[in-house]
């Protein structure tokens, strides 16, 4: 459990009908990753790491299964997919200790979660996902040219990805029209 980092977002949700809806954030964290713990002999030769942290923003949408907004039914959970597109910035410090930034990237956000709602307010939501970054920045390591001799480099032609796991909160905030009388 070494590679692992804490964040925060902040997001809106709107529901267009029961199955879809669109999800806006904004969020900020860390993020650090080791070739401690690497599958190929390569990247364990290397012996890179990073941490650093990051903002971003992205417009999600999410596709639920079930119909577990109605009510009237006793349906109180929902698994469900998204994908969307957004924006990050990522500044990092390599294992000998360089600085680095990645500027202003697009990524490409993918996952699955599940959602539970707690009572008519509160929703209770896991999930996880796998984010294109569009960038092979992220790690500082592919700015060598690969070298089997000092295994310094990666491999350029692969950008980076970041993988995420969560756990959400949300509130509904919603007014709940009564009838007037005409007269």
Same mark, same amino acid.
């Given at each position: 459990l070494?590679?692992q980092?804490l964040?925060?977002?902040f ?8 199955g879809?809806s669109y999800?806006v954030?904004?969020?900020l964290g860390?993020?650090?990753a080791? @070739?401690d713990e690497a &599958?190929?002999?390569?990247s364990?030769n290397r ?5 650093g942290s990051?903002?971003?923003t992205?417009?999600?949408l999410?596709y639920? &299964?079930l ?5 009237k039914?006793?349906q109180h959970?929902t698994?469900?997919?998204f994908?969307?597109?957004g924006?990050?910035?990522f500044e990092g410090?390599?294992? @000998?200790?360089?600085?680095y930034?990645?500027g202003i990237?697009m990524?490409?956000?993918v ?7 707690? @009572?008519r307010?509160?929703?209770?939501g ?12 992220i790690d500082?390591v592919?700015?060598h ?10 491999n350029p032609?692969?950008?980076d990805w ?5 756990i ?7 007014k709940?029209?009564c009838w007037k009388?005409? &007269?």
């Amino acid at each position: 459990l070494s590679n692992q980092g804490l964040g925060a977002q902040f997001f809106i949700r709107r529901h267009i009908n029961e199955g879809l809806s669109y999800r806006v954030s904004a969020g900020l964290g860390s993020l650090e990753a080791a @070739d401690d713990e690497a &599958f190929d002999v390569f990247s364990a030769n290397r012996n890179a790491s990073f941490e650093g942290s990051f903002v971003n923003t992205d417009f999600l949408l999410e596709y639920h &299964f079930l119909n577990w907004r109605n009510e009237k039914l006793d349906q109180h959970w929902t698994p469900y997919l998204f994908f969307g597109a957004g924006f990050y910035r990522f500044e990092g410090q390599d294992q @000998d200790a360089n600085i680095y930034e990645t500027g202003i990237n697009m990524r490409l956000p993918v996952g699955i979660g599940v959602k539970f709602k707690l @009572d008519r307010r509160f929703v209770l939501g896991i999930s996880t996902s796998a984010i294109k970054t569009n960038s092979d920045l992220i790690d500082n390591v592919s700015e060598h040219t690969p070298n089997i001799k000092n295994y310094a480099g990666g491999n350029p032609y692969d950008d980076d990805w970041m993988f995420n796991t969560s756990i959400s909160l949300s509130y509904t905030f919603y007014k709940i029209v009564c009838w007037k009388p005409f &007269f």
